[in-house]
């Protein structure tokens, strides 16, 4: 049973490492600026909302089109530069062939033709959902996505006094998980 006990703290350990590193090295959605890479079709795109540190996404229709969901519950097709709002665009890093774009491309329009991507709420259904539903084929929350790490609970899963490192750093940990359900 000790033996179990501290394989499952190696594992979340390891996890843990892996999460700050990727932190680190911004390994799941580095921005590119538009003027070093065209958004083409498919591509998930961002820019920062004004007054504050997140951002809202959108996906690529063509080179000069993009359809997003807004606080208003519409799915909105719109020109790049009326995405843009004065702000720079990044490009998410996009993985997959251009059949794959195709497909993302295809789900963002299917939503934006019925208008159907439910009712908006910041926490549970925003633009970062609708994108990643689009890339991923499958209804999430960004609040699924991003779980919260404090050192408190990082250090009761481990087994180890955390508390003297501050909860600022982990918060940088927060957001990365991606897809992961810690």
Not at 81 to 90: D, E, R, S, V
Not at 125 to 152: H, L, P, W
């Amino acid at each position: 049973f000790q033996f179990m006990n501290w394989c499952i703290k190696q594992v979340l350990l390891t996890i843990f490492i892996v999460l700050i590193l990727c932190t680190v090295i911004g390994a799941f959605s580095e921005p590119m600026e538009t003027d070093a890479v065209n958004p083409n079709r498919g591509f998930q795109i961002c820019r920062q909302i004004l007054g504050t540190k997140h951002d809202h996404h959108g996906i690529c229709v063509d080179t000069d089109h993009v359809i997003s969901f807004y606080d208003d519950s519409s799915v909105k097709r719109e020109t790049l530069k009326q995405f843009a709002q004065g702000k720079k665009i990044h490009v998410l890093k996009c993985s997959g062939d251009s059949k794959t774009r195709e497909t993302i491309a295809q789900r963002a329009e299917l939503c934006y033709y019925n208008q159907d991507f439910g009712t908006y709420n910041v926490a549970f259904n925003n633009c970062e959902d609708f994108a990643n539903y689009c890339v991923n084929g499958f209804r999430t929350t960004s609040m699924q996505s991003t779980k919260t790490i404090s050192a408190a609970s990082i250090g009761a899963l481990l087994g180890y006094n955390l508390q003297g490192l501050g909860g600022a750093f982990f918060g940088a940990v927060t957001g990365v998980a991606g897809n992961m359900y810690l």
